[in-house]
Structure formats: structure tokens, C-alpha cells
């Protein structure tokens, strides 16, 4: 039987008394939006909670009692509500809702998604949690600010403020560490430019580079040679960095400084050490093995395919060394040897080594040369001279021979104790046998050398001569330049 309308209104409104009356029941904030952003439906809580009465929170959009730091952010969560469902996983954030006294509560929401333009909501009131969490983070702010304090006065490195919004920029605080290491006391300095640490050595480079980053309020670390408040000087690691404020205004430059002058005194001693240890190592290899050396220790081995190799061997050295003292023996035979290798220095000609009294040298290694031959030949006419010199200052019988020769060597460093550059092939071996089976006071050249300088120098025929491992071979006497006597 169909009931009658009256009846139907009758059941109706007892349900929806029954749901208004269990709506009420909540302890939490029950609300019914729309997507046109206006409350539909609210419990009581609402008018305990706020103070507004129920027609007055409905009468307007709800966004409005939201406080205005908060409203951004709502109308984000706002957003995936109208891209979810009803369906949904609740989505859950928390703002704040003005009060009709003009405070405002917090409020932590879980909200559907929207449905037929239709959503739900449930606000806890977390005002007194949230305060309390306020609190506790305002005291852990405090005790950080004092923490931060404690660690600017005990830090070992010094720390200065300077205001950037002032006309040249005085400091506002130094700590401790400042004091110690520059002399001079927060009194003495507070109201000053730090420019006081500096003195007329001081790098007008870096200074200029601290100006300049100043200008653009940049960061910038410069080491400066200051002094301190009774004269002395001390190296300062200087490192500055800008702070702006909310509208990108610079306020001010935090200054952080270190003493670090035994780390330059340090420095400048390992420099020193390391020049000493190159000269010493350029003393015994060129520069072009050396640095190839360094960066790999292995081994160092060339082919080149002519060079001009010398032998040299005092003569009438050993009868000498027999009536002089050790002494005056080495002495001597650095002497020699000194001037010696100022002439491989002047013609651009590699010394080799020294065997007692003997000297080998070379051209055209480690970096080639087209005049290499050329260059030994000039280098053998004046250490005969050397030795003449010697001669007449000692009185003694001492002569030179010398013995040069043309050719394709091997040369590299051997070994990883006590190295030297050195050369190998048969090369070596035909000027060792010039030098050896040559005459006091001549240079003895191969036909190969000969060749490379027959247009440029003087020569005598010596002839043929019988060579160790080679047999005949045809030498010759270099005698000079052209256009110079002979010897």
C-alpha cells in the first residue's frame, strides 16, 4: 500500500533529526561543502569551537575565515580535493580558522575528494598541541641561538661583522679568536673598518680582489700579509661572505679569518726544498728527461737518429795527481770540469757524465738539433783552449784529447738508484775509439763527422787507422773554423 505523502515527510524528518542529532554528537568539526567553495551542512562544534554561529560560517565562502599565511597552502590541498573522489584516501593537512574574537584555532583536516560537487570534512582542534609544539620550538630556538654563541666565543679561528649598510663598513663584532690573533680588542676596534690590518706590504692584488668582491657583494677568500697591533706580521687567510636580507638587500659581510703563517713559512721552506732538489736533479739529467721522469719512473728510453757524441781525456793527469793533494786534486779537476760545462751550456750541447778525468758530452739529444755537430765541434776547439790555459797557470805538461763522432744512438735513464743519462750503440763506441786512439793536443774526428763539417772547418788527413770491432777506417784532424789558424 502506497503510503501517503504526509507520512513520507513524517519518516523523512525523523531521519534527518536523527542524523543532525548524531552529526552533533561528534566531538570533532563535521562539515558538507560544495565545490563553489560555501559550508552546506555543520555540526555545533563548529559555534563552540569558533564562536561564530552556524548561518554565519555558511553565509559566505569558508576560504575567508582561513588566516591569510595559511590560504595558499589550502587552496592547494583545496585543488587535489577537486581532482580526487569521494573514493579517495582522505587527504589530510592542517590551517588555521579565525575566531569570532578575532584569534584563531588550528585546525587538522582529513577531507574527501569531491563528488556530484559535493564534499566532506572532519577538523580536529590541535590549538593546544600546536601552541605547545610552538613553544617547545621557540625554546629549542633559544638554546640553538646560545649554542651558536658559545661557538662563535670559542672558535680557534677569528670572526668579524661588518654593517654593509654604513658608509665604510664598520665592524659591529669580533670575537675572541679576533683579539688573539690580530692585538687588538672589541673596544679598539668596534666602529672601524678592518682596513687597520693592513700595511704597506700587504698585496695590492688581493687587496683589489677583496675590493672588487666587496663591490659586487660577492664571497671571496684572499690571503693578506697583515700586521698585528704591536707590528708584527702574520699571514692572514681572509674569506668574506654577504648577507642580504627578505628583499635581496646586502646588510652585511661576515668575515672569517685564520693565521696561517706557519703554513706559508712551510710552504715557502717545501719550495725551497723542492727548487734545491731540481736543481740537484737537473744537475745530473736534462729538463726534458727529468720532467718525463717525474711523471713516469719506470724507465726513459729514445731513438735518435744522429747526434754528434764527444770524448775528452785530460792527458798528463794522472803523473799530477800523484803530487798533489786529494784536495787540491778535486779542486783542480772542477775547475776543469766547470769550464767545461759552461761551454756545453753555451753551445746548447748535453753533458753526459764524467769517468775520473774523462768528459762525454753530447749534441743534438734530448731534443734535436740541426746544427748539433757544428755545436760540438765549436764546444772541442775551446776546451782544448781551457786546458792550454790551465797549463801555463800550473806549469804542468797537461793536454787534451778529444775524439767526435756521428751517428744513430740510443740514450735513456737506467735503474732507480744513483741514474744517469746515458747513450748507447755503435755510435758511442766509434767516438770512444777516437778519443782513445787519438794524440795529445788534436781532435780526432770519424769521416762521418768530417762530412757533416768539411765546408765549414779545417782539416788535416790523418789517414786510416785500425779500429777496435770496425777495422780500417779513414780520420781526420779538426784544426779549426775557416778563416781561423790553426791550431
Given at each position: 500500500?502506497?503510503?501517503?505523502?504526509?507520512?513520507?515527510?513524517?519518516?523523512?524528518?525523523?531521519?534527518?533529526?536523527?542524523?543532525?542529532?548524531?552529526f552533533n554528537?561528534?566531538p570533532?568539526?563535521?562539515?558538507?561543502?560544495?565545490?563553489?567553495?560555501?559550508?552546506?551542512?555543520?555540526?555545533s562544534?563548529?559555534?563552540?569551537?569558533?564562536?561564530?554561529?552556524?548561518?554565519?560560517?555558511?553565509s559566505?565562502?569558508?576560504?575567508?575565515?582561513?588566516?591569510?599565511?595559511d590560504?595558499?597552502?589550502?587552496?592547494?590541498m583545496?585543488?587535489?580535493?577537486?581532482?580526487?573522489?569521494s573514493?579517495?584516501?582522505?587527504?589530510?593537512?592542517?590551517?588555521?580558522?579565525?575566531?569570532?574574537?578575532?584569534?584563531?584555532?588550528?585546525?587538522?583536516?582529513?577531507?574527501?575528494?569531491?563528488?556530484?560537487?559535493?564534499?566532506?570534512?572532519i577538523?580536529?582542534?590541535?590549538?593546544?598541541?600546536?601552541?605547545?609544539?610552538?613553544?617547545?620550538?621557540?625554546?629549542?630556538m633559544y638554546?640553538?641561538?646560545?649554542?651558536?654563541?658559545?661557538?662563535?666565543?670559542?672558535?680557534s679561528?677569528?670572526?668579524?661583522?661588518?654593517?654593509?649598510?654604513?658608509?665604510?663598513?664598520?665592524l659591529i663584532?669580533?670575537?675572541?679568536?679576533?683579539?688573539?690573533?690580530?692585538?687588538?680588542s672589541?673596544?679598539?676596534?668596534?666602529?672601524?673598518?678592518?682596513?687597520?690590518?693592513?700595511?704597506?706590504k700587504?698585496?695590492?692584488?688581493?687587496?683589489?680582489?677583496?675590493?672588487?668582491?666587496?663591490?659586487?657583494?660577492?664571497?671571496?677568500?684572499?690571503t693578506?700579509?697583515?700586521?698585528?697591533?704591536?707590528?708584527?706580521?702574520f699571514?692572514?687567510?681572509?674569506t668574506?661572505?654577504?648577507?642580504?636580507?627578505?628583499?635581496?638587500?646586502?646588510?652585511?659581510?661576515?668575515?672569517?679569518?685564520?693565521?696561517?703563517?706557519?703554513r706559508?713559512?712551510?710552504?715557502?721552506a717545501?719550495?725551497?726544498?723542492?727548487?734545491?732538489?731540481e736543481?740537484l736533479?737537473?744537475?745530473?739529467?736534462p729538463?726534458?728527461?727529468?720532467?718525463?721522469?717525474?711523471?713516469?719512473?719506470s724507465?726513459?728510453?729514445?731513438?735518435?737518429?744522429?747526434?754528434?757524441?764527444l770524448?775528452?781525456?785530460?792527458?798528463?793527469f794522472?803523473?799530477?795527481?800523484?803530487?798533489?793533494?786529494?784536495?787540491?786534486?778535486?779542486?783542480?779537476l772542477?775547475?776543469?770540469?766547470s769550464?767545461?760545462?759552461?761551454?756545453?751550456?753555451?753551445?746548447?750541447?748535453?753533458?753526459?757524465?764524467?769517468?775520473?778525468?774523462?768528459?762525454?758530452?753530447?749534441g743534438?739529444l734530448?731534443?734535436?738539433t740541426?746544427?748539433?755537430?757544428?755545436?760540438?765541434?765549436?764546444?772541442?776547439?775551446?776546451?782544448?783552449?781551457?786546458v792550454?790555459?790551465?797549463?801555463?797557470e800550473?806549469?804542468?805538461?797537461?793536454?787534451?784529447?778529444?775524439g767526435?763522432?756521428?751517428?744513430?744512438?740510443?740514450?735513456?735513464?737506467?735503474?732507480?738508484?744513483?741514474?744517469?743519462?746515458?747513450?748507447?750503440?755503435?755510435?758511442?763506441?766509434v767516438?770512444?775509439?777516437?778519443?782513445?786512439?787519438?794524440?795529445?793536443g788534436?781532435?780526432q774526428?770519424?769521416?762521418?763527422?768530417?762530412e757533416?763539417?768539411?765546408?765549414?772547418y779545417?782539416?788535416?788527413?790523418?789517414?786510416e787507422?785500425?779500429?777496435?770491432?770496425?777495422?780500417?777506417?779513414?780520420?781526420?784532424?779538426?784544426?779549426?773554423?775557416?778563416?781561423?789558424?790553426?791550431?
Amino acid at each position: 500500500m502506497k503510503l501517503a505523502r504526509p507520512d513520507r515527510d513524517r519518516h523523512r524528518g525523523r531521519k534527518d533529526i536523527s542524523l543532525q542529532a548524531f552529526f552533533n554528537l561528534s566531538p570533532d568539526l563535521l562539515c558538507v561543502r560544495n565545490q563553489e567553495g560555501y559550508f552546506l551542512e555543520l555540526n555545533s562544534v563548529w559555534t563552540k569551537t569558533l564562536g561564530w554561529t552556524l548561518e554565519e560560517l555558511k553565509s559566505r565562502p569558508w576560504i575567508e575565515f582561513v588566516h591569510p599565511s595559511d590560504v595558499d597552502m589550502t587552496e592547494e590541498m583545496e585543488d587535489i580535493c577537486y581532482a580526487s573522489d569521494s573514493q579517495s584516501r582522505p587527504i589530510r593537512y592542517k590551517n588555521r580558522y579565525r575566531c569570532r574574537d578575532g584569534t584563531y584555532r588550528w585546525l587538522e583536516w582529513r577531507v574527501s575528494g569531491y563528488q556530484d560537487a559535493i564534499g566532506y570534512g572532519i577538523a580536529e582542534d590541535v590549538t593546544e598541541n600546536s601552541w605547545q609544539g610552538s613553544k617547545t620550538y621557540r625554546t629549542k630556538m633559544y638554546e640553538a641561538v646560545q649554542l651558536r654563541d658559545r661557538a662563535l666565543e670559542a672558535s680557534s679561528v677569528g670572526i668579524s661583522i661588518a654593517d654593509a649598510r654604513l658608509p665604510d663598513m664598520p665592524l659591529i663584532y669580533v670575537n675572541p679568536a679576533f683579539e688573539k690573533i690580530t692585538g687588538y680588542s672589541p673596544t679598539e676596534v668596534l666602529g672601524d673598518n678592518c682596513r687597520f690590518l693592513q700595511g704597506k706590504k700587504t698585496k695590492q692584488t688581493d687587496v683589489d680582489r677583496l675590493r672588487h668582491a666587496i663591490r659586487l657583494g660577492k664571497d671571496c677568500t684572499v690571503t693578506l700579509l697583515n700586521y698585528r697591533k704591536d707590528g708584527t706580521p702574520f699571514w692572514n687567510e681572509l674569506t668574506i661572505s654577504p648577507i642580504y636580507d627578505r628583499n635581496d638587500r646586502l646588510t652585511h659581510f661576515i668575515g672569517v679569518q685564520s693565521d696561517v703563517t706557519a703554513r706559508i713559512r712551510a710552504e715557502a721552506a717545501l719550495r725551497l726544498e723542492k727548487n734545491k732538489s731540481e736543481g740537484l736533479l737537473l744537475n745530473i739529467l736534462p729538463r726534458t728527461i727529468a720532467t718525463k721522469l717525474k711523471q713516469d719512473p719506470s724507465g726513459i728510453a729514445e731513438h735518435f737518429d744522429r747526434v754528434t757524441i764527444l770524448f775528452a781525456d785530460i792527458v798528463g793527469f794522472t803523473p799530477l795527481s800523484a803530487r798533489l793533494t786529494p784536495f787540491e786534486l778535486v779542486k783542480l779537476l772542477s775547475q776543469i770540469f766547470s769550464k767545461f760545462d759552461r761551454l756545453a751550456q753555451k753551445y746548447g750541447v748535453e753533458k753526459i757524465k764524467t769517468i775520473g778525468d774523462a768528459y762525454m758530452a753530447a749534441g743534438g739529444l734530448p731534443i734535436p738539433t740541426a746544427n748539433h755537430t757544428e755545436a760540438v765541434a765549436d764546444m772541442a776547439l775551446e776546451m782544448q783552449g781551457v786546458v792550454d790555459e790551465f797549463q801555463e797557470e800550473l806549469g804542468e805538461p797537461l793536454r787534451i784529447r778529444i775524439g767526435m763522432n756521428t751517428g744513430p744512438v740510443v740514450a735513456g735513464v737506467i735503474g732507480i738508484k744513483k741514474f744517469i743519462y746515458d747513450l748507447w750503440g755503435d755510435a758511442v763506441n766509434v767516438a770512444s775509439r777516437m778519443e782513445s786512439l787519438g794524440m795529445p793536443g788534436k781532435i780526432q774526428v770519424s769521416s762521418e763527422t768530417y762530412e757533416s763539417l768539411k765546408d765549414k772547418y779545417q782539416f788535416e788527413v790523418r789517414g786510416e787507422i785500425e779500429v777496435k770491432g770496425k777495422g780500417k777506417m779513414t780520420t781526420y784532424w779538426l784544426v779549426g773554423r775557416d778563416g781561423e789558424m790553426g791550431r
